[in-house]
């Protein structure tokens, strides 16, 4: 079954302690990206990758890192988080084609305390 | 600057009634992508469409439809015949970039959607 899987799926944390979401597909697709949404500024790209060890910031990247040296894998690292980073955040990846569909991970609430 | 904007905040309407959403964007690109999402109450994102800028052509899925128009810069989406199950979160999105849905997507605030029965 062709998915986008995301851990952990909820998280509580505390500022400053590092944390890594991760996002995996089974597609073998090359496109893959970030995206928080967050009530009354809807949904924001944080970055976006291309390709392996190909990325490049969204809208919103400050407070994050992205890694992609492998093609399935892209997590989403918070070296330092703080409570404004307490969101919804999406993974998803796209099949390249006529049609570029989009597939989202089920999304990682996480609240920074 | 890139902008989308979704002016219907929310909508409700009655079961198999059709329902237009309105997306009206800007871009200084020739070049572009125009994207449909959809977000049930369940909270998952759902890809409906991607449309580029070179194709004006409606498309129709069921009881979906999108209408492209460059002159008035919009991306309208119409559900026909709409359903309790249609209720969600619609968002619009722009891309300007050569790489579509990889590029950076800017998305409009969305439209909540309500289907009475």
């Known amino acids: 079954e062709a998915q986008v899987t995301q851990n952990p799926r909820y998280l509580i944390t505390v500022t400053g302690k590092k944390l890594t979401v991760t996002c995996s597909q089974n597609?073998?697709?090359?496109?893959m990206s970030w995206y928080r949404q967050d009530p009354g500024l809807g949904l924001r790209q944080i970055y976006y990758?291309?390709?392996?060890?190909?990325?490049d910031k969204g809208d919103v990247p400050e407070g994050y890192k992205v890694s992609r040296k492998e093609k399935r894998n892209f997590p989403l690292i918070l070296e330092s988080p703080s409570p404004n980073q307490t969101s919804l955040y999406f993974c998803?990846?796209?099949?390249?084609?006529?049609?570029?569909?989009?597939?989202f991970g089920p999304g990682t609430r996480l609240t920074v305390l | 600057a890139q902008k989308v904007t979704q002016a219907q905040t929310e909508i409700s309407v009655v079961e198999k009634e059709d329902v237009t959403l309105d997306c009206v964007y800007e871009?200084?690109?020739?070049?572009?992508?125009l994207f449909w999402y959809k977000q049930p109450p369940s909270g998952e994102l759902v890809f409906l469409i991607r449309?580029?800028?070179?194709?004006?052509q409606n498309e129709i899925s069921g009881r979906y439809s999108w209408n492209f128009q460059k002159s008035t810069s919009s991306f309208n989406f119409t559900i026909t015949a709409s359903q309790v199950v249609d209720s969600a979160v619609y968002f619009c999105?722009?891309?300007?970039?050569?790489?579509?849905?990889?590029?950076?997507?800017?998305f409009g605030s969305g439209t909540r959607l309500s289907i009475r029965p």
């Open positions: 998803a990846s796209t099949s390249r084609g006529d049609t570029d569909t989009q597939y």
């Open positions: 597609m073998n697709h090359e496109y």
């Open positions: 990758s291309m390709n392996v060890e190909v990325t």
């Open positions: 871009t200084r690109d020739t070049t572009y992508y």
């Open positions: 449309r580029n800028s070179f194709d004006e």
């Open positions: 999105a722009l891309s300007e970039a050569k790489y579509s849905s990889a590029s950076k997507i800017i």
